[in-house]
T-cell receptor, first 110, second 117 residues
Framework: DAGVTQSPTHLIKTRGQQVTLRCSPKSGHDTVSWYQQALGQGPQFIFQYYEEEERQRGNFPDRFSGHQFPNYSSELNVNALLLGDSALYLC?????????FGPGTRLTVL | AQSVSQHNHHVILSEAASLELGCNYSYGGTVNLFWYVQYPGQHLQLLLKYFSGDPLVKGIKGFEAEFIKSKFSFNLRKPSVQWSDTAEYFCAVNAPYSGAGSYQLTFGKGTKLSVIP
Protein backbone atom coordinates (compact mmCIF):
# COMPACT_ATOMS: atom_id res chain seq x y z
CA ASP A 1 0.00 0.00 0.00
CA ALA A 2 1.68 3.21 -1.16
CA GLY A 3 1.68 5.98 1.35
CA VAL A 4 1.45 9.67 0.58
CA THR A 5 3.69 10.64 -2.30
CA GLN A 6 4.91 14.08 -3.26
CA SER A 7 6.75 15.51 -6.25
CA PRO A 8 9.21 16.88 -6.89
CA THR A 9 11.58 16.07 -4.03
CA HIS A 10 13.58 19.26 -4.38
CA LEU A 11 13.01 22.47 -6.28
CA ILE A 12 15.04 25.63 -6.74
CA LYS A 13 13.32 28.81 -7.92
CA THR A 14 14.13 32.51 -8.01
CA ARG A 15 12.18 35.33 -6.44
CA GLY A 16 9.05 36.29 -8.34
CA GLN A 17 8.63 32.92 -10.01
CA GLN A 18 5.69 30.58 -9.57
CA VAL A 19 5.82 26.95 -8.39
CA THR A 20 3.48 23.96 -8.38
CA LEU A 21 3.88 21.08 -5.96
CA ARG A 22 2.00 17.80 -6.27
CA CYS A 23 0.61 15.26 -3.83
CA SER A 24 -1.00 11.86 -4.17
CA PRO A 25 -2.88 10.74 -1.07
CA LYS A 26 -2.74 7.36 0.59
CA SER A 27 -5.15 4.86 -0.91
CA GLY A 28 -8.65 5.29 0.51
CA HIS A 29 -8.08 8.84 1.71
CA ASP A 30 -10.23 11.67 0.38
CA THR A 31 -8.81 14.69 2.20
CA VAL A 32 -5.52 16.47 1.57
CA SER A 33 -3.87 19.07 3.79
CA TRP A 34 -0.79 21.15 3.03
CA TYR A 35 1.74 22.39 5.59
CA GLN A 36 4.82 24.58 5.42
CA GLN A 37 7.77 23.62 7.63
CA ALA A 38 10.45 26.29 7.88
CA LEU A 39 13.88 25.31 9.16
CA GLY A 40 13.80 24.68 12.90
CA GLN A 41 10.03 25.07 13.13
CA GLY A 42 7.03 22.81 13.32
CA PRO A 43 4.73 22.42 10.33
CA GLN A 44 2.25 25.26 9.78
CA PHE A 45 -1.15 24.59 8.25
CA ILE A 46 -1.71 26.18 4.85
CA PHE A 47 -5.07 24.72 3.79
CA GLN A 48 -7.12 21.56 3.45
CA TYR A 49 -9.02 20.21 0.47
CA TYR A 50 -12.04 17.94 0.59
CA GLU A 51 -14.42 17.09 -2.24
CA GLU A 52 -12.37 19.32 -4.55
CA GLU A 53 -13.06 22.39 -2.42
CA GLU A 54 -10.85 24.32 -0.01
CA ARG A 55 -12.44 23.42 3.31
CA GLN A 56 -10.19 25.36 5.64
CA ARG A 57 -7.32 27.82 5.34
CA GLY A 58 -4.55 28.83 7.68
CA ASN A 59 -2.88 32.21 7.95
CA PHE A 60 -1.24 32.30 4.52
CA PRO A 61 -1.60 34.96 1.81
CA ASP A 62 -3.56 34.49 -1.40
CA ARG A 63 -0.29 33.80 -3.23
CA PHE A 64 -0.79 30.29 -1.89
CA SER A 65 -3.52 28.44 -3.73
CA GLY A 66 -4.44 24.86 -4.33
CA HIS A 67 -6.53 22.40 -6.17
CA GLN A 68 -7.88 18.91 -5.61
CA PHE A 69 -8.67 16.60 -8.48
CA PRO A 70 -11.45 13.99 -8.74
CA ASN A 71 -8.93 11.25 -7.90
CA TYR A 72 -8.20 13.15 -4.64
CA SER A 73 -4.68 14.14 -5.65
CA SER A 74 -3.79 17.75 -5.01
CA GLU A 75 -1.57 20.62 -6.11
CA LEU A 76 -0.18 23.52 -4.16
CA ASN A 77 0.64 26.65 -6.16
CA VAL A 78 2.69 29.54 -4.89
CA ASN A 79 2.90 32.74 -6.95
CA ALA A 80 5.37 35.61 -6.76
CA LEU A 81 7.85 33.62 -4.68
CA LEU A 82 9.66 35.35 -1.83
CA LEU A 83 12.88 34.31 -0.14
CA GLY A 84 10.80 33.53 2.96
CA ASP A 85 8.87 30.86 1.06
CA SER A 86 11.93 28.61 1.26
CA ALA A 87 10.79 25.64 3.32
CA LEU A 88 9.78 22.00 3.32
CA TYR A 89 6.21 21.66 2.03
CA LEU A 90 4.36 18.72 3.47
CA CYS A 91 1.23 17.07 2.21
CA UNK A 92 -0.93 15.02 4.54
CA UNK A 93 -3.85 12.84 3.61
CA UNK A 94 -6.67 11.57 5.78
CA UNK A 95 -10.08 9.98 5.82
CA UNK A 96 -10.88 11.05 9.36
CA UNK A 97 -8.93 12.96 12.01
CA UNK A 98 -5.61 11.14 11.72
CA UNK A 99 -3.33 12.64 9.08
CA UNK A 100 -0.60 10.73 7.26
CA PHE A 101 2.31 12.75 5.96
CA GLY A 102 4.36 12.50 2.81
CA PRO A 103 8.12 13.02 2.55
CA GLY A 104 7.76 16.64 1.52
CA THR A 105 9.09 18.89 -1.21
CA ARG A 106 12.10 21.04 -0.31
CA LEU A 107 11.67 24.45 -1.99
CA THR A 108 14.60 26.83 -2.12
CA VAL A 109 13.99 30.38 -3.35
CA LEU A 110 17.09 32.32 -4.42
CA ALA B 1 -7.10 29.68 17.97
CA GLN B 2 -5.16 26.85 19.52
CA SER B 3 -1.39 26.88 20.13
CA VAL B 4 1.19 24.34 21.28
CA SER B 5 4.33 24.83 23.37
CA GLN B 6 7.15 22.34 23.58
CA HIS B 7 9.44 23.24 26.42
CA ASN B 8 12.67 21.66 25.32
CA HIS B 9 14.38 22.61 22.10
CA HIS B 10 17.15 20.01 22.28
CA VAL B 11 17.49 17.08 24.70
CA ILE B 12 20.60 14.95 24.94
CA LEU B 13 20.42 11.60 26.73
CA SER B 14 22.55 8.52 27.12
CA GLU B 15 21.14 5.16 26.07
CA ALA B 16 18.90 3.56 28.73
CA ALA B 17 18.04 6.93 30.26
CA SER B 18 14.39 7.81 30.75
CA LEU B 19 12.74 10.41 28.56
CA GLU B 20 10.03 12.94 29.18
CA LEU B 21 9.23 15.64 26.63
CA GLY B 22 6.86 18.37 27.64
CA CYS B 23 3.91 19.62 25.60
CA ASN B 24 1.32 22.17 26.61
CA TYR B 25 -1.53 23.45 24.51
CA SER B 26 -3.81 26.41 24.83
CA TYR B 27 -7.42 25.74 23.98
CA GLY B 28 -10.33 25.47 26.35
CA GLY B 29 -12.52 23.06 24.41
CA THR B 30 -12.33 19.47 23.25
CA VAL B 31 -9.00 18.52 21.68
CA ASN B 32 -7.39 15.63 19.92
CA LEU B 33 -3.69 15.31 20.73
CA PHE B 34 -0.84 13.76 18.79
CA TRP B 35 2.85 13.10 18.96
CA TYR B 36 4.69 12.78 15.66
CA VAL B 37 8.31 11.76 15.14
CA GLN B 38 10.63 12.71 12.31
CA TYR B 39 13.70 10.47 12.04
CA PRO B 40 16.67 11.93 10.14
CA GLY B 41 15.88 11.96 6.43
CA GLN B 42 12.41 10.49 6.90
CA HIS B 43 8.90 11.85 6.88
CA LEU B 44 6.69 12.62 9.85
CA GLN B 45 5.24 9.50 11.45
CA LEU B 46 2.54 9.21 14.07
CA LEU B 47 3.82 7.94 17.43
CA LEU B 48 0.57 8.06 19.34
CA LYS B 49 -2.73 9.89 19.61
CA TYR B 50 -5.37 10.76 22.17
CA PHE B 51 -9.00 11.36 21.25
CA SER B 52 -10.90 10.38 24.40
CA GLY B 53 -11.03 7.79 27.17
CA ASP B 54 -8.01 6.58 29.13
CA PRO B 55 -5.68 9.59 29.44
CA LEU B 56 -2.63 7.34 29.38
CA VAL B 57 -2.04 6.30 25.80
CA LYS B 58 0.52 3.89 24.47
CA GLY B 59 2.13 4.27 21.10
CA ILE B 60 4.67 2.55 18.95
CA LYS B 61 8.25 1.72 19.95
CA GLY B 62 7.55 1.81 23.69
CA PHE B 63 6.41 5.44 23.85
CA GLU B 64 3.50 6.60 25.96
CA ALA B 65 1.89 9.93 26.77
CA GLU B 66 -0.40 11.19 29.48
CA PHE B 67 -3.15 13.71 28.90
CA ILE B 68 -3.70 15.92 31.94
CA LYS B 69 -6.68 18.10 31.14
CA SER B 70 -6.30 20.37 34.16
CA LYS B 71 -2.74 21.21 33.10
CA PHE B 72 -3.45 21.35 29.35
CA SER B 73 -0.52 18.98 28.98
CA PHE B 74 0.29 15.91 26.90
CA ASN B 75 3.81 14.86 27.85
CA LEU B 76 5.64 12.10 26.00
CA ARG B 77 7.56 9.47 27.95
CA LYS B 78 9.76 6.46 27.37
CA PRO B 79 11.38 4.54 30.23
CA SER B 80 14.58 3.64 28.41
CA VAL B 81 15.73 5.35 25.20
CA GLN B 82 17.82 3.79 22.48
CA TRP B 83 20.21 5.34 19.98
CA SER B 84 17.57 4.68 17.29
CA ASP B 85 15.22 7.11 19.07
CA THR B 86 17.39 10.00 17.89
CA ALA B 87 14.90 12.16 16.00
CA GLU B 88 12.79 15.28 16.20
CA TYR B 89 9.51 15.00 18.10
CA PHE B 90 6.47 17.18 17.45
CA CYS B 91 3.40 17.58 19.59
CA ALA B 92 0.23 18.58 17.72
CA VAL B 93 -3.33 19.46 18.60
CA ASN B 94 -6.58 19.45 16.70
CA ALA B 95 -9.71 21.10 18.02
CA PRO B 96 -12.50 19.26 16.21
CA TYR B 97 -15.37 21.51 17.29
CA SER B 98 -13.62 24.85 16.97
CA GLY B 99 -15.36 25.88 13.77
CA ALA B 100 -12.86 27.73 11.63
CA GLY B 101 -9.93 25.73 12.95
CA SER B 102 -11.57 22.36 13.29
CA TYR B 103 -9.66 20.46 10.61
CA GLN B 104 -6.12 21.71 10.99
CA LEU B 105 -3.31 20.30 13.07
CA THR B 106 -1.42 22.90 15.08
CA PHE B 107 2.14 21.83 15.81
CA GLY B 108 4.70 22.82 18.39
CA LYS B 109 8.17 23.84 17.30
CA GLY B 110 9.56 20.40 17.99
CA THR B 111 12.13 18.88 20.33
CA LYS B 112 15.28 17.42 18.93
CA LEU B 113 16.36 14.30 20.82
CA SER B 114 19.94 13.09 20.57
CA VAL B 115 20.71 9.73 22.20
CA ILE B 116 24.36 8.99 22.84
CA PRO B 117 25.38 5.32 22.64
Amino acid sequence: DAGVTQSPTHLIKTRGQQVTLRCSPKSGHDTVSWYQQALGQGPQFIFQYYEEEERQRGNFPDRFSGHQFPNYSSELNVNALLLGDSALYLCASSRSTEQFFGPGTRLTVL
Amino acid sequence: AQSVSQHNHHVILSEAASLELGCNYSYGGTVNLFWYVQYPGQHLQLLLKYFSGDPLVKGIKGFEAEFIKSKFSFNLRKPSVQWSDTAEYFCAVNAPYSGAGSYQLTFGKGTKLSVIP
